[in-house]
């Protein structure tokens, strides 16, 4: 049992103000692991204001000072990866190959900062003015539960290399991965103030930092629903926002696509970080003539898939990371059979043996119609649709028919025709035959998948503003 009851304010763990205690609970057997004290709305002004103390001289360090200091950050959680990856698994229920990857993730936001860093340009003629790329002071990193450490480290590694200052509100059901990260985030001795991190709920502190004068923009991960509350309420004082929202990826196999191939890159897709990936290629869009053959391969793939114990090497999808998510998805299973799609494979209830965790059955719906809610709402969980189409033209069409924007997949034999395919795609990143990640590439939504991007050189224009000077 760990107990966390401290946040960090301006270089220094503290007690909080707020009294509420929150209990974490390891999803593979529901048993609690932890508690932490969730800070209030007087911890995150405190937060704020030493934040906007700290940007008074952060906001003037070279470009030279700032690759230091992310290079200490990096090496500070490098220092540490293996515990990132066992406490990760046991809070949050990733599995061991995820987790792995996420803790990659987290450290390669600091070296790929460091390298948009060292071409950036902050001071540019422009006409006959010079254009100065100001930091924008005090930002609002806010962060959801499915790779929390990773989204943490790539939005405060973009704050420090813009030279403005952070306060950062994790989701509470990942407190001991954020404890952790803390204590190493506090060996790397940057100057106080510069990050400060406020454990609470969204309601109170995540509100209060949306809210406040004081905090020039919000950066945003987690769902579409808290995205717009956040955009509303932004436009107040008017905040810039990034926000990396829901999506409802989809998956084009062309006719020409090696099934063997594309069936296995399907499932993973969909099921990657046990499904509760926003990025997840949900809607596999199958050519008619094609149907009964991906119908085979996917029971043959989906039965390999092993559904466990997270600290397993070979578990590819673990549990729900809570009760509340389990439910979720039980729900759209049942939704799915009452609109009348057919169950190929899984369906409700939890895998045999698997009873104490929030384990789900890798589930997979065929003759799934566009218009039903299990293909146009974001499940969260190891559910894939499956969509047939009669033309290339009404399969793009079916892709784009969505409320969401933030990847797809194409799947061909001929990578022209893919190509072409691609640019007719309305999402921010499309990924051709496999699953790729460029962490200098731009990355975020069109439509209700957000606003703005992160990552690479696009992402860090998102925390400047420019300024003109005339003489
Ligand atoms: P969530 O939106 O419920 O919560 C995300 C964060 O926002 C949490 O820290 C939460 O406490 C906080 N929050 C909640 N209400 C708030 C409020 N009123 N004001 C301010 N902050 C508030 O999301 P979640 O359930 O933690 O995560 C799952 C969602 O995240 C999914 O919808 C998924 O698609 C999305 N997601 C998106 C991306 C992306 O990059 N596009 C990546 C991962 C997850």
Redesign the pocket.
């Known amino acids: 049992m760990k107990t966390i009851n401290t946040i960090y304010v301006n270089g220094a763990f503290v007690k909080p103000h707020g009294t509420e205690v929150f209990d974490l609970i390891n999803p593979a057997d529901n048993q609690l692991i932890g508690k932490v004290t969730l800070g209030n709305e007087t911890d995150a002004d405190a937060a704020i204001a030493a934040a906007k103390a700290a940007f008074k001289t952060f906001s003037q360090t070279s470009k030279e000072e700032r690759i230091a200091y992310l290079q200490q950050l990096h090496d500070a959680v490098k220092s540490r990866e293996a515990e990132f990856i066992e406490v990760m698994v046991k809070e949050y229920g990733g599995t061991l190959h995820f987790c792995t990857m996420s803790v990659q993730n987290a450290l390669s936001g600091f070296t790929s900062a460091i390298e948009v860093l060292k071409t950036f340009e902050f001071q540019k003629m422009v006409g006959k003015s010079k254009v100065m790329l100001q930091p924008l002071g005090v930002v609002g990193i806010?962060?959801?539960?499915?790779?929390s450490n990773g989204?943490i480290c790539s939005k405060l590694a973009m704050t420090i290399a813009s030279g403005s200052t952070a306060v950062i509100?994790?989701?509470?059901?990942?407190a001991q991965q954020t404890q952790l990260l803390l204590e190493c985030f506090h060996e790397a001795g940057l100057p106080n103030g510069v990050f400060n991190v406020v454990n609470?709920?969204?309601?109170v502190?995540?509100?209060t930092?949306?809210n406040h004068r004081d905090v020039a923009k919000?950066s945003?991960?987690?769902?579409?629903?808290?995205?717009k509350?956040?955009a509303r309420?932004a436009v107040d004082t008017m905040k810039r926002v990034t926000?990396?929202?829901?999506?409802k990826s989809p998956n084009i196999l062309l006719d020409d696509a090696n099934m063997d191939d594309a069936i296995p890159m399907a499932v993973s897709a969909a099921y990657m970080n046990s499904g509760?990936?926003?990025?997840a290629g949900t809607r596999l869009l199958v050519p008619e003539s094609r149907l009964e053959e991906v119908k085979e391969l996917l029971i043959e793939t989906v039965e390999q898939v092993k559904v466990g114990n997270p600290a397993s090497t070979d578990t590819v999808v673990g549990p729900m990371?809570s009760q509340k998510?389990y439910e979720r998805v039980q729900k759209y299973i049942e939704l799915g059979l009452e609109e009348g799609a057919e169950l190929l494979i899984g369906g409700p209830g939890k895998p045999e043996g698997l009873e104490a965790g929030n384990f789900v059955k890798p589930t997979v719906f065929v003759n799934v119609n566009n218009n039903m809610r299990i293909a146009r709402e974001?499940i969260?969980g190891p559910v894939l649709s499956v969509i047939t189409y009669k033309t290339e033209e009404e399969a793009i069409e079916i892709a784009n028919d969505t409320d969401y924007g933030?990847q797809a997949y194409v799947n061909s034999a001929n990578v022209l025709r893919a190509k072409k395919v691609a640019s007719q795609i309305v999402a921010g990143r499309v990924l051709i035959n496999g699953l790729y990640h460029d962490p200098m590439a731009p990355?975020?939504?069109f439509k209700q998948?957000?606003i703005g991007r992160?990552m690479g050189v696009y992402g860090l224009e998102e925390y400047v503003e420019p300024k003109t000077i005339l003489v």
């Open positions: 806010i962060t959801p539960w499915n790779a989204f509100k994790p989701s509470e059901m990942s609470g709920r969204g309601d502190v995540g509100a930092i949306v919000i945003f991960t987690g769902s579409t629903a808290v995205g509350f956040i309420n926000l990396e929202l829901g999506g509760q990936a926003c990025i990371v998510q974001e969260f933030l990355f975020g939504g998948s957000g992160e």
